[in-house]
């Protein structure tokens, strides 16, 4: 993501009921919420396919959490994304804006 001029934020930010893996900054400031996960074989789905809605869920709820502790140093809220990187049988899949807060 580093090659990719995202700069590192955070990590393993954590609130009641969530976590998110990595916080970045985009290019053109866009706040970048990141969930890795990882898996040996494609069965049932593969890694991307294991987020489903209750995950989504935590991690919206961890972003939220996140944003509004940051509020409180920052008048303006920056634009956001949650990226997913799933490593699937030794192969990097970076899906970009993977889902949005209000699917969830």
Avoid: T
């Amino acid at each position: 993501m580093q090659r990719q001029r995202l700069r590192f934020v955070a990590r393993n930010v954590s609130c009641r009921g969530g976590e998110i893996d990595l916080v970045m900054r985009d290019r053109d400031g866009a706040l970048v919420f990141v969930e890795v996960r990882a898996r040996a074989q494609r069965h049932y789905g593969g890694a991307a396919a294991s987020i489903g809605w209750q995950k989504k869920q935590r991690i919206v709820r961890a972003a939220r959490h996140y944003l509004a502790s940051r509020s409180q140093r920052s008048q303006d809220e920056p634009a956001c994304r949650f990226d997913v990187i799933a490593f699937e049988a030794g192969r990097l899949i970076w899906l970009r804006d993977a889902f949005r807060a209000d699917e969830v």
